[in-house]
Every structure is written in structure tokens, then in C-alpha cells.
């Protein structure tokens, strides 16, 4: 019998979940909360503030876990950004331009654009949780996790241990995300056409500081596989000094 009701539920369980229309009142309410289509910067950016703002009010920020894929959600329906100013990071192996999108609350857009090979080293986010949204190109991004007993990021110098929690290639509209607690390091490597990534961040605590984590062993790049895990040496916010030189 159960056997039975198992088969005869597999179709529905390939067609995946049907999309009925939206009637009860809560989801109603919820309608405010979800994006819409968007073909214009500047109007997504005021309906996600002002829809992150209002999840705040009605349940506050606390679950980052959960503020994040609300903010995922909205980073997918962003169009395109408007041309930045872009400023040069001296020191990368290869240009690298940083730019900022849009300041305010809750959350902050700013953009990298990568030449083609360009790494940007193992770096955290101290505090912050962010959606990194590849919009040109193709690129590399690797997600570490901080084990625990490990040095801060503030002690310059110290050796620090991670794990590599993902790996992924993004194309254009693909994205990843991490927490102030999950994937919180991260390195990004540009594909042979160069990439531009667009960061949705928030910060929960102790904005504008973070360091870069120099790995020991040579180059980590190409080397990574979920699990494996690396010590480095907190190096500072210079990128120049991020760098690992082959073993
Ligand atoms: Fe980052």
C-alpha cells in the first residue's frame, strides 16, 4: 500500500509544486514583502529598502539565516546597475575596480569588476552577511568557513584556520551568500572573460574593517574542495600582501 501511494505520488514530485493563485489574506500581506519585475535600478532599490525595512519592523533582523535568503530573493530580481565610478584596488594580480552602488539601510550595493584571471584573496566579512550577484563574465567563488579556536581577523599576523565550504562557478544572474556565522570568508577568481559581481550587504555589527587571510602553501585557487581545510596568516586590509606564493 505504501509502496503504491509512493509511486503514484512520483509524477508529482518531478512536476514540482503547483502555482496557485495567491488568495488567503497572510499571503496577501506577504504580496509587499516579495519583489516584483523590475527593469529599472533606482525603483528596485527603493521597493527592497523599503521591504527589508518592513520584515525588520514586523520581525525584527535577529535571524540572519533568514534575512539573508529574504535578501537573496530580492538580489535576483535586481536589474541592471547603473554605470559606477569605479576605482582601482592597487595591488591585485590583475586590475580590479571597487565601486559603490548605493549607501544606506538597511543594507548596502557595491560592485567589483575583475579583468580576466584577477583574484581577490580569501578575505572575511566581519559582522556582515552579503549577496554576491555575478552580472558579467564568469568567476569563481569559494566560501570558507572560520573553525573555531582560530585567531581573529583584528590580530594581524596570526595564524588562522578555515574550511572550504563551497565552490562555485557563477555566470551571469547566478549568486551566492553567506552570514555574519556561515561562509563568511571568501575568495573570488575571474574566468578568461573577466567578471563584474554585484554585493547586497548588511551589516549586523562593527562595520568597515575586515582582513584579508594570506593561505600558507601556495596558491589556493584551483586547489580547494569543499571540506578541505587551509591555515593562513590574517594579513590586514593591503591586498598586495594576500597573495600566497607557490610552495
Ligand atoms: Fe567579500
Not at 516584483?36 to 535577529?62: K, M, P, Q, T, V
Not at 578555515?162 to 573570488?188: G, K
Request: overall charge negative; some cysteine.
Amino acid at each position: 500500500m505504501r509502496r503504491r501511494q509512493l509511486v503514484k505520488a512520483l509524477p508529482f514530485s518531478i512536476a514540482g509544486g503547483f502555482l496557485g493563485a495567491v488568495t488567503t489574506e497572510a499571503q496577501e500581506q506577504r504580496r509587499a514583502l516579495t519583489p516584483d519585475r523590475y527593469d529599472d535600478f533606482a525603483i528596485w532599490l527603493d521597493a527592497a529598502r523599503e521591504s527589508a525595512l518592513e520584515l525588520i519592523a514586523i520581525s525584527g533582523a535577529d535571524d540572519t539565516e533568514r534575512f539573508m535568503q529574504f535578501l537573496a530573493l530580492w538580489t535576483t530580481a535586481m536589474p541592471e546597475i547603473p554605470e559606477p565610478e569605479w576605482q582601482e584596488i592597487a595591488g591585485a594580480n590583475a586590475r580590479l575596480d571597487a565601486a559603490t552602488v548605493s549607501l544606506g539601510r538597511p543594507f548596502v550595493v557595491t560592485a567589483l569588476r575583475f579583468a580576466s584571471g584577477c583574484v581577490l584573496p580569501a578575505h572575511c566579512h566581519p559582522g556582515g552577511g552579503g549577496v554576491s550577484l555575478c552580472t558579467n563574465g564568469s568567476l569563481s567563488i569559494r566560501h570558507f568557513d572560520l573553525l573555531e579556536g582560530s585567531a581573529d581577523f583584528s590580530e594581524t599576523g596570526s595564524v588562522a584556520e578555515v574550511e572550504a565550504v563551497s565552490t562555485t562557478l557563477l555566470r551571469s544572474r547566478q549568486f551566492t551568500e553567506f552570514t555574519p556565522t556561515r561562509a563568511n570568508l571568501h575568495e573570488l577568481e575571474a574566468g578568461p572573460g573577466g567578471a563584474t559581481v554585484v554585493d547586497v550587504i548588511v551589516q549586523w555589527r562593527r562595520a568597515g574593517e575586515f582582513s584579508f587571510l594570506k593561505f600558507q602553501g601556495g596558491p589556493s585557487v584551483t586547489r580547494d574542495s569543499v571540506g578541505r581545510r587551509r591555515s593562513g596568516t590574517w594579513v590586514g586590509m593591503d591586498i598586495s600582501r594576500a597573495y600566497a606564493s607557490a610552495a
